[in-house]
């Protein structure tokens, strides 16, 4: 009797036990997973936008964002210097590139030949600041405090890349002609630091241009209803990382941004005529070194002329694919 009553009494307590070990061991694996495998597997998506003038000849535009690299981060930065067999026809950077103020040269050698490629580049608010920690649950409020960290040498990386020929679209309007396609860029500073000042750049861009291309970190609607009032095809951004941290069949938590959830990755329709382009980005802040549903990525954009009956193509790469397909 006193054997089944103890059985009895112990047994929701070994259940209980049970339910909170296994809980604690998947909690374990998703952390695991999400910090050391999912934010190192990195991957190339394609995509294909019918947005240049009818008559130009196709554009291939390689997307860049959020790297956020510390000069320890060996992995991402070969993974990285692969990307110049690409060959892109464009490199456009927008922005957070640092996370150390020792990284700067770890950027430049991982983007290698990249930067003897025409580019154009806008910067983010981790391009001047540092990261800092900071509550995780600030982010689901899209109007909390912004914490600064200490100065980044974001000078001395805009001389590396203007030396190497990149563009600093930065609140100017620059046009260059590639590969016979001619484009028309303007680009903002940060707007999640309200940096931008669109007002530099404000006006129809150049309507002989096959290509009408705008650049922010941030995704901001003020900011992409801008560039859509005055007739840009594509607006290419970063920031949000994809979300970052998602759930299977839900999506992003958070986009970081006034956008919604539906925009935080990849294109979507912005307005009557204009395309937007989020880059989920490479890295994370090395306060939050987790990715969940949702991988680093570098994005391939093949812009093609507009005609009836275009349709967009998304696709993604995993590491072992872009490597087959760098050899």
């Known amino acids: 009797m006193h054997s089944d009553a103890l059985t009895k009494l112990l047994a929701p307590t070994s259940a209980g036990a049970r339910l909170a070990v296994g809980t604690a061991g998947l909690a374990t694996a998703g952390l695991v997973y999400s910090t050391v495998i999912e934010r190192n597997a990195f991957a190339l998506r394609h995509n294909t936008l019918a947005v240049l003038e009818p008559g130009a000849s196709p554009l291939r535009v390689l997307h860049l964002s959020d790297l956020h690299m510390l000069p320890r981060q060996h992995l991402k930065q070969a993974w990285l210097s692969e990307l110049e067999a690409l060959e892109p026809d464009l490199v456009v950077n927008t922005g957070d590139n640092l996370s150390h103020p020792a990284a700067v040269p770890s950027v430049i050698q991982a983007l290698g030949g990249l930067l003897s490629q025409p580019g154009l580049f806008v910067f983010g608010s981790n391009d001047y600041f540092g990261p800092k920690p900071k509550n995780p649950f600030k982010y689901f409020k899209s ?109 992003a938590l958070v986009t970081n941004c006034e956008i919604d959830r539906s925009r935080v ?49 998304d696709a993604e790469q995993s590491l072992p694919q872009l490597a087959s397909e760098l050899t």
Not at 192 to 211: C, K, M, Q, S
Not at 214 to 234: I, K, M, Q, W
Not at 291 to 312: K, M, N, Q, W, Y
Request: net charge negative.
């Open 265 to 313: 990755k990849g294109v979507s329709n912005w307005g009557a005529s204009m395309k937007l382009h989020v880059s989920a980005g490479l890295g994370t802040s090395p306060y939050a070194p987790a990715r969940f549903c949702c991988r680093p990525e570098v994005t391939l954009l093949t812009l093609t002329a507009v005609s009836h009956g275009d349709a967009d193509f």
């Open 143 to 251: 109007d909390h405090e912004r914490i600064h960290g200490d100065p980044l040498p974001w000078q001395d990386l805009r001389a590396a890349f203007t030396e190497r020929g990149w563009l600093d679209a930065t609140h100017t309007v620059r046009e260059l002609e590639v590969n016979g396609v001619r484009i028309a860029a303007a680009g903002v500073d940060d707007p999640h630091i309200n940096r931008d000042r669109y007002e530099t750049v404000a006006g129809r861009p150049n309507p002989l241009a096959h290509l009408r291309l705008g650049l922010t970190h941030s995704p901001e609607p003020r900011v992409l209803d801008r560039f859509a009032d005055d007739g840009y095809d594509l607006v290419m951004a970063g920031h949000t990382h994809g979300g970052q941290l998602c759930l299977p069949f839900y999506g």
